[in-house]
């Protein structure tokens, strides 16, 4: 089993900047890919970035160029480098990793962008 635990939400002024972490433990080494997603109110859960164990990384669109995501050595926590924030990046965001049986995901935290 693998448990991710997010942390970084709050409240933003639109055009700032937030960065979230994602820990992980348990059986990391199972872990091939890990991303986040986010789901805005009344609005499915959609994919925003993700990066491969060899450090490939990949962005919807919808945030290509204002978010990054990375990880640390040890590459047991992922972080999301957002910025240029907008009202349209609201939503709870999740980490999730996937193993080759199966998807992971943290509790979520609240990204709130708002003047």
């Known amino acids: 089993q693998v448990q991710f635990v997010e942390s970084g939400g709050g409240l933003v002024q639109p055009g700032g900047s937030l960065r979230l972490s994602c820990a992980a433990s348990?059986?990391?080494?199972?872990?091939?890919?890990r991303s986040w997603y986010r789901q805005a109110p009344g609005k499915e859960r959609e994919f925003a970035a993700g990066?491969?164990?060899?450090?490939?990384?990949n962005y919807a669109d919808s945030v290509k160029g204002r978010f990054t995501i990375s990880r640390d050595n040890t590459e047991n926590t992922i972080y999301l480098q957002m910025d240029s924030l907008q009202p349209d990046d609201t939503a709870v965001y999740y980490c999730?990793?996937?193993?080759?049986?199966?998807?992971?995901w943290g509790q979520g935290t609240q990204v709130t962008v708002s003047s």
């Open positions: 999730n990793g996937l193993s080759t049986t199966q998807a992971f």
């Open positions: 348990g059986n990391i080494s199972s872990i091939y890919f």
């Open positions: 990066i491969t164990r060899a450090g490939y990384t």
